[in-house]
């Protein structure tokens, strides 16, 4: 049973250019959820997907970043025009209900903006 | 004030000894509350999660909660050099699935 996998691990993007993310949940989770983790600080909280709703986005940036989670395929963290400040490990997690349990996290990508 | 509040740290305690780490949150209407540790570079993993006011244990370790205070932390007993990692509170509250996470604290278990 795999867990929780992201991809790319390592992400090198200029300036400018367009970072896409990428999350499979453990088989038989239907919740998805992505944090950010910049470097010294804890995880905060981004947006909670389940397939085709977004369900809570209060943690995203009002621009460049946008969350997808389609009937199939992966669920997709997308960062437009990156600037140095999103320079960061993007940590997805998933969970089979809602009953508020802990998480399991992938291993996470790590953004470096140039 | 933050959400979720620990001490940074680092937090350095001999080999055998018990770590104490602490944590305390803001909002009332928390209901779930979780410890992770961190390996650095790693991803975060679930070590202990803790719903009722008292103590819960696990092999080493032991989450404590007193809901009246805010308050919640994780005892590790006969501390390990593979316990050096950091530690991060995490807390739930009722009817949101987002978890707020506070800053974390570094533990070092010195040989």
């Known amino acids: 049973n795999a867990g929780v996998m992201q991809n790319p691990r390592h992400l090198v993007r200029r300036r400018g250019q367009e970072a896409r993310l990428r999350c499979s949940p453990m088989?038989?989770?239907?919740?998805v959820y992505w944090y950010r983790q910049l470097p010294e600080e804890g995880l905060k909280f981004m947006v909670y997907l389940q397939k085709e709703n977004i369900i809570d986005e209060s943690g995203m940036p009002k621009e460049r970043f946008s969350a997808e989670f389609p009937k199939e395929g992966p669920s997709i963290l997308r960062i437009q025009q990156v600037v140095r400040g999103d320079s960061a490990a993007y940590f997805c997690a998933s969970s089979p209900t809602t009953d508020g349990g802990g998480y399991t996290f992938g291993s996470g990508t790590r953004l470096t903006v140039v | 004030q933050k959400e979720v509040e620990q001490n940074s740290g680092p937090l350095s305690v001999p080999e055998g000894a018990i770590a104490s780490l602490n944590c305390t949150y803001s909002d009332r209407g928390s209901q779930s509350f979780f410890w992770y540790r961190q390996y650095s570079g790693k991803s975060p993993e679930l070590i202990m999660f803790i719903y009722s006011n008292g103590d819960k244990e696990d092999g080493r370790f032991t989450a404590q909660l007193n809901k009246a205070s805010q308050y919640v932390s994780l005892l590790i007993r006969d501390s390990q050099p593979s316990d050096s990692a950091t530690y991060l509170c995490?807390?739930?509250?009722?009817?949101?699935?987002?978890?707020?996470f506070g800053q974390g604290t570094r533990l070092t278990i010195n040989p």
């Open positions: 995490a807390v739930n509250s009722r009817g949101a699935q987002k978890l707020v």
């Open positions: 088989k038989g989770h239907s919740h």
